[in-house]
Nanobody
C-alpha cells in the first residue's frame, strides 16, 4: 500500500510558475514509477508526466513538453512537478500516482495508487 499526498497547488497568473509536490508514505517509494495526471470537470483524467523509479527516464505529453519537469527525491519519498509558463488551459486538479511499473508510464490504467489531488488555477 502506498499513500500519496499532493501539495503546492494554488491560483496563479498566466506565465507564472508553480511546483507541485507529492509525498509518499511507505518504505518502498523508490521501487515505484510515478506519474502526474490532471482532470477538469466533465473530462477524463489525463496524463501529464511520468518518471521511472530511479528518475533516469521521464515522459511528457506534448502539451507540457518544454514547460513542465518531473523529478523525484527517493530519500524524501517525494516526486515533484515543476510547471513553468503556465496557461489557463493548465487549470485542473492535479493528481500524483504510483505504478508498480518501475520504468514509469503515461497510461492511466498502469497506476495502482492515487493521491487526493491539488487544485491548480491559472488566470488569464
Amino acid at each position: 500500500q502506498v499513500q500519496l499526498v499532493e501539495s503546492g497547488g494554488g491560483l496563479v497568473q498566466a506565465g507564472d510558475s508553480l511546483r507541485l509536490s507529492c509525498t509518499a508514505a511507505g518504505r518502498t517509494f523508490s521501487s515505484y514509477g510515478m506519474g502526474w495526471f490532471r482532470q477538469v470537470p466533465g473530462k477524463e483524467r489525463e496524463s501529464v508526466a511520468a518518471i521511472s523509479w530511479s528518475g533516469g527516464i521521464t515522459y511528457y505529453v506534448d502539451s507540457v513538453k518544454g514547460r513542465f519537469a518531473i523529478s523525484r527525491d527517493n530519500a524524501k519519498n517525494t516526486v515533484y512537478l515543476q510547471m513553468n509558463s503556465l496557461k489557463p488551459e493548465d487549470t485542473a486538479v492535479y493528481y500524483c500516482a504510483a505504478t508498480r511499473l518501475q520504468g514509469g508510464a503515461l497510461r492511466r490504467g498502469s497506476y495502482n495508487y492515487w493521491g487526493q489531488g491539488t487544485q491548480v488555477t491559472v488566470s488569464s
